[in-house]
């Protein structure tokens, strides 16, 4: 299973960036799709995750402001980010879980500054 992360870049403040999520395998073979998201000197965080059944999981720091969506047949996972702040920036990785297995893309960078 490979998944590709992209859409990161540099933001202001109070901006938004749209990151994709793209996988190798079919969206709906997928136990738990999730995004993370690291900073630096910090441990790997979840952002939010879909469930079977599409039971959505947010992580303190993106109720509110992040919204996740997929495009079954395109393979792929948005994440929505808005109204962003400094301490949103990280490096920000898509997971797939499959029975007892996780796997993981290899991370874009966020950059929220002004």
């Known amino acids: 299973v490979q998944l590709q992360a992209s859409g990161g870049g540099l933001v202001q403040p109070g901006g938004s960036l749209g990151l994709s999520c793209t996988t190798s395998v079919s969206i709906d073979s997928i136990n738990v799709v999730g995004w993370y998201r690291q900073a630096p000197g910090k441990q790997r965080e979840l952002v939010v995750s879909?469930?079977?059944?599409?039971?959505?999981t947010y992580g303190d720091s993106a109720k509110g402001r992040f919204t996740v969506s997929r495009d079954n047949a395109k393979k792929t996972v948005y994440l929505q980010m808005n109204t962003l702040k400094p301490e949103d920036t990280a490096v920000y990785y898509c997971s797939a879980q499959i029975g007892m297995r996780v796997y993981w893309g290899q991370g874009t960078q966020v950059t929220v500054s002004s």
């Open positions: 879909i469930a079977p059944g599409g039971r959505l």
